[in-house]
């Protein structure tokens, strides 16, 4: 009897502070709501891609409850905008452009959702870019107050395969290309999402970026051509694939502005925000199929790939791919992928690749001069150095496989990171493992003797000569793929005349003697 007691006294309570509270009358909004910012700016897109989510949070600090009776884009239905108000998607013929009676309790706030999908055609047709604008209107009258946004929209060229109507299924297939990776004609053939490269489209101009979705390929007896000043971007699971017989010349040139990299050929992913400008493993690779020759790279950048450059086969054809004047870096994977192939590098750099910046592996022939092969990544623990090289693959049975390494020569390079040690020389005894340092700077720091063979017999002139181990080149900043040098570093004049270019990769003429690696030395301005 008790309990029923104070069960009906509970329920008495509860009835009466309900019948009592008066938070429960919204009042229309006087036009003093507040914003966290009064421009909302959604960062470079690309015509039809999609945007990031933004947001714009909305206060109100009066001690009223209120009732917004409209919130609009300014262009209403024939915004190309869209909004989600705390998870309200609207009224209206088209989701997210009109509002209707938004609650908002006293001292309370909200969140309203930005994102946007453009047609630059449907603005101007003789631009490239285009800024486009609008507001988002609360309330009217009196009362309206607006937050602008704001867009960059760029128009590019769009590379990505056809959808086809599959008679049998009823259902949509998106184009694939068949190939037999290796080139050994047996069953392994491999399926990818992508299309061959028409004629016309063999030459990639500087006049608009280029947005690739998929595979773009290069058939037997093509070559594409990348003028200097192309920007190539790569939707996620894209990439580039130069197939057997095929060729590929990337023909950039020395930039005034370092910035600016005018004259620099960039290869990276399709997201133009801030937030994505160092993000590793946005897109795939470049691949040069085995069977693909005369590939060069000149004033290149590389970088947010899973692998920068993978390189197949033709371990014997000296023209199998020149990379020059270049970086590759921010690579999920590697930056420079050989498998039994050959690659000739010089004014090269290569940094934070998630496994190893550069893998020489199957044998092959490789040959590497004023190069910075460094490796300072920072998302996680990572495995292997920054230079790997072996003469050997184990198969899905366990199976051991060699190819001689016939050649792997660095002079005047740098090979150093954020790990102990850079450099692993996995050597298989029943094949051929030549390689040799001359005037190089390496960490390698092995006190429990945990690295054996005569790979690493470091007193072996025939072997290392001339190289310097574990003293600090002093990167400017090489968590940000900043690998310059200053005036004094150990790599200051430690090299010999060595290559075939008598200037480094910012274009500056090599001293006498030259400095390791990539970049000549040079005073460091104060910050």
Same mark, same amino acid.
């Given at each position: 009897?008790?309990?029923?007691?104070?069960?009906?006294?509970?329920?008495? $309570?509860? &009835?009466?502070?309900?019948?009592?509270? =008066?938070?429960?009358?919204?009042?229309?909004?006087?036009?003093?709501?507040?914003?966290?910012?009064?421009?909302?700016?959604?960062?470079?897109?690309?015509?039809? &891609?999609?945007?990031? +989510?933004?947001?714009?949070? #909305?206060?109100?600090?009066?001690?009223?409850?209120?009732?917004?009776?409209?919130?609009?884009?300014?262009?209403?239905?024939?915004?190309?905008?869209?909004?989600?108000?705390?998870?309200?998607?609207?009224?209206?013929?088209?989701?997210?452009?009109?509002?209707?009676?938004?609650?908002?309790?006293?001292?309370?706030?909200?969140? !309203?959702?930005?994102?946007?999908?453009?047609?630059?055609? =449907?603005?101007?047709?003789?631009?490239?870019?285009?800024?486009?604008?609008?507001?988002?209107?609360?309330?009217?009258?009196?009362?309206?107050?607006?937050?602008?946004? #704001?867009?960059?929209?760029?128009?590019?060229?769009?590379?990505?395969?056809?959808?086809?109507?599959?008679?049998?299924?009823? %259902?949509?297939?998106?184009?694939?290309?068949?190939?037999?990776?290796?080139?050994?004609?047996?069953?392994?053939?491999?399926?990818?999402?992508?299309?061959?490269?028409?004629?016309?489209?063999?030459?990639?101009?500087? %006049?608009?970026?280029?947005?690739?979705?998929?595979? @773009?390929?290069?058939?037997?007896?093509?070559?594409?051509? &990348?003028? @200097?000043?192309?920007?190539? /971007?790569? /939707?996620?699971?894209?990439?580039?694939?130069?197939?057997?017989?095929?060729?590929?010349? #990337?023909?950039?040139?020395?930039? $005034?502005?370092?910035?600016?990299? %005018?004259?620099?050929?960039?290869?990276?992913?399709?997201?133009?925000?801030?937030?994505?400008?160092?993000?590793?493993?946005?897109?795939? =690779?470049?691949? $040069?199929?085995?069977?693909?020759?005369?590939?060069?790279?000149?004033?290149?950048?590389?970088?947010?790939?899973?692998?920068?450059?993978?390189?197949?086969?033709?371990?014997?054809?000296?023209?199998?791919?020149?990379?020059?004047?270049?970086?590759?870096?921010?690579?999920?994977?590697?930056?420079?992928?050989?498998?039994? =192939?050959?690659?000739?590098?010089?004014?090269?750099?290569?940094?934070?690749?998630?496994?190893?910046?550069?893998?020489?592996?199957?044998?092959?022939?490789?040959?590497?001069?004023?190069?910075?092969?460094?490796?300072?990544?920072?998302?996680?623990?990572?495995?292997?150095?920054?230079?790997?090289?072996?003469?050997?693959?184990?198969?899905?049975?366990?199976? +051991?496989?060699?190819?001689?390494?016939?050649?792997?020569?660095?002079?005047?390079?740098?090979?150093?990171?954020?790990?102990?040690?850079?450099?692993?020389?996995?050597?298989?005894?029943?094949?051929?493992?030549?390689?040799?340092?001359?005037?190089?700077? !390496?960490?390698?720091?092995?006190?429990?003797?945990?690295?054996?063979?005569?790979?690493?017999?470091?007193?072996?002139?025939?072997?290392?000569?001339?190289?310097?181990?574990?003293?600090?080149? %002093?990167?400017?900043?090489?968590?940000?793929?900043? $690998?310059? !040098?200053?005036?004094?570093?150990?790599?200051?004049?430690?090299?010999?005349?060595?290559?075939?270019?008598?200037?480094?990769?910012?274009?500056?003429?090599?001293?006498?003697?030259?400095?390791?690696?990539a970049y000549e030395s040079t005073e460091f301005e104060e910050d």
């Open positions: 009897m008790k309990r029923i007691s104070i069960l009906v006294a509970a329920l008495s $309570l509860l &009835i009466f502070w309900s019948s009592c509270r =008066t938070d429960f009358n919204f009042e229309p909004s006087t036009g003093n709501l507040e914003f966290s910012k009064d421009t909302v700016y959604l960062d470079t897109v690309f015509s039809n &891609i999609g945007s990031s +989510t933004y947001n714009l949070k #909305v206060y109100n600090r009066s001690n009223n409850d209120i009732l917004i009776p409209t919130l609009r884009l300014g262009q209403g239905q024939n915004s190309m905008y869209r909004l989600n108000v705390d998870g309200l998607t609207g009224s209206g013929g088209m989701a997210g452009k009109e509002f209707e009676n938004i609650e908002l309790l006293a001292k309370d706030s909200m969140y !309203i959702f930005i994102e946007t999908t453009i047609d630059i055609e =449907t603005l101007v047709s003789s631009e490239t870019q285009f800024l486009y604008t609008d507001v988002i209107e609360f309330d009217s009258g009196a009362n309206l107050q607006t937050v602008d946004l #704001v867009t960059l929209v760029k128009d590019a060229v769009f590379i990505y395969p056809q959808r086809f109507l599959d008679n049998e299924t009823g %259902e949509y297939v998106i184009e694939t290309l068949v190939f037999d990776v290796d080139g050994d004609g047996m069953d392994d053939e491999t399926t990818i999402q992508g299309r061959f490269l028409e004629p016309s489209e063999l030459n990639f101009t500087n %006049e608009k970026p280029y947005v690739i979705y998929g595979y @773009a390929a290069v058939d037997d007896g093509d070559d594409l051509n &990348i003028d @200097a000043g192309a920007r190539i /971007h790569f /939707h996620a699971n894209s990439g580039l694939l130069i197939t057997d017989g095929a060729s590929l010349n #990337v023909n950039g040139s020395p930039s $005034l502005d370092p910035e600016a990299m %005018e004259g620099e050929v960039i290869f990276e992913g399709d997201r133009l925000e801030p937030g994505f400008a160092e993000v590793p493993g946005q897109w795939q =690779t470049i691949w $040069l199929f085995n069977g693909s020759t005369d590939n060069t790279f000149n004033f290149a950048t590389i970088k947010n790939s899973t692998v920068g450059i993978l390189c197949d086969g033709n371990m014997d054809d000296p023209s199998k791919l020149t990379v020059t004047n270049s970086k590759v870096y921010n690579s999920s994977n590697f930056g420079i992928l050989g498998r039994g =192939t050959n690659i000739y590098g010089e004014n090269l750099v290569l940094n934070r690749s998630g496994q190893s910046s550069f893998a020489g592996t199957y044998g092959g022939r490789y040959n590497f001069v004023h190069s910075t092969i460094a490796n300072y990544w920072t998302n996680s623990f990572r495995q292997f150095p920054s230079l790997l090289l072996n003469n050997f693959i184990v198969d899905e049975d366990n199976t +051991t496989f060699t190819n001689p390494l016939e050649e792997a020569n660095f002079t005047n390079c740098i090979i150093f990171g954020n790990d102990n040690p850079e450099m692993l020389l996995d050597k298989d005894n029943d094949d051929t493992f030549n390689f040799k340092f001359t005037n190089c700077l !390496i960490r390698f720091n092995d006190p429990n003797n945990n690295f054996t063979g005569s790979q690493y017999d470091f007193n072996d002139l025939g072997l290392y000569e001339n190289v310097i181990f574990n003293q600090d080149p %002093e990167f400017l900043d090489a968590v940000n793929n900043m $690998l310059e !040098i200053p005036n004094g570093s150990v790599s200051d004049g430690a090299g010999i005349n060595f290559g075939i270019l008598s200037t480094d990769i910012n274009n500056v003429l090599r001293g006498t003697p030259p400095d390791l690696g």
